[in-house]
């Protein structure tokens, strides 16, 4: 362990949102925390604010009304930067200025040992940057707390160009000391979640900019059928269109324009109307009203089939049979390309291409393709489009296959990767492409996704339960359809679904592994 020592004093720059929730979780783990910033008040006032935080968790129980004395003990209020010269670990979380920072660190480089380790709450600015201004930018590291620190289990250990390992690995041994779970990553735009997690938003922005579906559909279809715990839009209020939107430009222009991280005109205008979300009551949502109610655009009897025939494997879906079958549907295989049909319509999980190329490229006219689930059995809703060749009758058949083993439908415009599938393929080539280049590890990308966003799974591990080679097609049919930059497929996808190997060796010999042929 070499962690810095439990006796050892932390010193906290900024008493905002994170400097405090860092000083509660520092206090906690028992160091003297120090806790510093150049607003007149703003330390009392942050001391007090975390003080009355403990004061709940007493009232529930949660911790006793000694140790609330304990932790309250160990927090200290510095008047100037001279008073942090004792600490042995110094964490910045000031305003999100590159030149402010430097300045702030250099001076506390003058106060501090040469043995200090200085580190950085930065989200978006470069540790290698910050760390140039220093006359030790070995000792600077960046320490990404999410927010709220003290509840949220992340800590991205940010590695500067100069930044020295014995640095990192004692950062990274003291989070994991403080009840945290740390994953290395390397300073590069976005680190590994704020720029992982983009496409979450961009390609739910983008569905909604081109009507594929409207803001509830797509949010309920991510939640539900996804897995999601929120869905994008409820997010992006939650977050606040302000922040969500600063964080997309500041990788945007990190990245030199990559179209991949391109900002959406929709979420601009709402920044320009001041609609930023549920901070100012209104957002894609509005908060003064109730909340529209999830939306069927589904209504109709389910008259279930007597029996389908499938042709091929489904891949993922393939538990989906079971389903039929439990509902007393006669199931009949035969070889295949994927497909199960009714009487009336062919269905197949989308693959990247929309239902109307497909059709028209000699698949049956009566297609209707179906959307990934994370978990089919239990999912409860699956979204559907038909191919603009299919009659209504094909859309109304296939939708009584799903309401007749018990699933919701969401029917959305034929749109390539329909919802989920498109999402999850995104998501996961934007983490092939940060493992590429070697931003993290497979396990790490895929915790540090699990950990600071809460998805219900990493993307690595989701690209190889879907197999690698199908979230390659989806990016390949995305990249056709649309013409754009945005959708091409990481060489690192390519090489795994080439060497017919998964994403994330913790992949392996999972249940959840996808068949590759
Ligand atoms: P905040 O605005 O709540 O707090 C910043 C505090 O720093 C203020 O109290 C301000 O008076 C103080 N400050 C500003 N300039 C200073 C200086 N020169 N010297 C000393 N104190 C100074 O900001 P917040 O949200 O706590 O963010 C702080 C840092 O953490 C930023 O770098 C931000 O990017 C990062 N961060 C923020 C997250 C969030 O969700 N809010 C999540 C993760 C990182």
Redesign the pocket.
């Known amino acids: 362990m070499k962690s810095i020592d439990s006796t050892a004093c932390v010193a906290v ?7 405090c929730g860092i000083a509660q979780v520092a206090a906690q783990a028992g160091h003297y925390v120090w806790i ?4 007149e008040n ?1 330390g009392l006032q942050g001391r007090a604010g975390i003080l009355e935080g403990l004061d709940r968790q007493v009232e529930k129980g949660r911790l006793t009304p000694s140790d609330r004395e304990a932790v309250a003990s160990r927090l200290n209020i510095a008047t100037s930067i001279d008073d942090l010269s004792r600490a042995a670990l110094v964490i910045e ?4 200025d590159l030149k ?1 920072k430097q300045q ?1 660190l250099s001076s506390v480089e003058k106060v501090v040992s040469e043995q200090t380790i200085l580190a950085s ?4 600015l470069s540790i290698t940057a910050i760390g140039a201004a220093l006359q030790r930018p070995e000792r600077l590291a960046g320490l ?4 709220p620190a003290p509840v949220m289990k992340l800590v991205e250990i940010v590695a500067g160009l100069a930044s020295e390992a014995t640095v990192l690995e004692a950062l990274f041994d003291t989070a994991l000391a403080w009840g945290k779970s740390p994953v290395h990553a390397t300073s590069t735009p976005g680190f590994i979640v704020n720029r992982v997690a983009r496409p979450f938003y961009a390609e739910a922005l983008r569905l909604l900019e081109e009507k594929a579906a409207d803001v509830a559909t797509i949010d309920t279809v991510m939640r539900e059928s996804g897995g999601f715990r929120m869905g994008p839009f409820e997010l992006m209020d939650l977050i606040g269109h302000d922040v969500n939107a600063a964080v997309t430009r500041s990788v945007f222009d990190a990245y030199f324009g990559d179209p991949r991280f391109k900002p959406s005109l929709t979420q601009q205008e709402l920044v320009a109307a001041g609609w930023l979300g549920r901070k100012t009551g209104r957002g894609f949502y509005n908060y003064d009203k109730a909340k529209e109610a999830a939306p069927d655009n589904v209504r109709q009897e389910a008259i279930a089939p007597t029996a389908v025939a499938v042709e091929g494997d489904l891949g993922p879906a393939e538990p989906l049979l079971s389903l039929i079958e439990n509902s007393g549907i006669a199931v009949t295989r035969g070889p295949g390309q994927g497909l199960i049909r009714i009487h009336g319509a062919s269905l197949a999980l989308s693959d990247g291409r929309s239902a109307t190329a497909r059709a028209a490229s000699g698949e049956p006219a009566d297609l209707v393709l179906f959307d990934l689930s994370l978990d089919y059995l239990s999912t409860r809703r699956i979204a559907l489009a038909k191919a603009d060749q299919a009659t209504a009758k094909a859309l109304h058949a296939a939708t009584s296959l799903f309401l007749s083993i018990g699933k919701s439908v969401s029917i959305v415009d034929d749109s390539p990767g329909l919802i989920v599938m498109r999402t999850i393929a995104m998501l996961a080539n934007e983490a092939s492409d940060a493992l590429l280049q070697g931003v993290g590890t497979a396990e790490d990308i895929d915790r540090a996704m699990t950990l600071g966003v809460n998805y219900p799974r990493g993307p690595l591990a989701w690209a190889d339960s879907v197999g690698p080679h199908r979230i390659l097609a989806v990016m390949e049919g995305l990249q056709n359809a649309y013409g754009d930059d945005r959708y091409r497929a990481s060489h690192l996808l390519r090489r795994h679904v080439a060497a017919k190997q998964p994403l994330c060796s913790a992949s392996l010999g999972s249940k959840h592994s996808g068949a590759m042929p």
């Open positions: 720059i900024g008493a905002g949102a994170m400097g510093y910033d150049a607003k703003a979380a000031i305003v999100e402010i702030v709450n930065t989200s978006s990404h707390f999410f927010n």
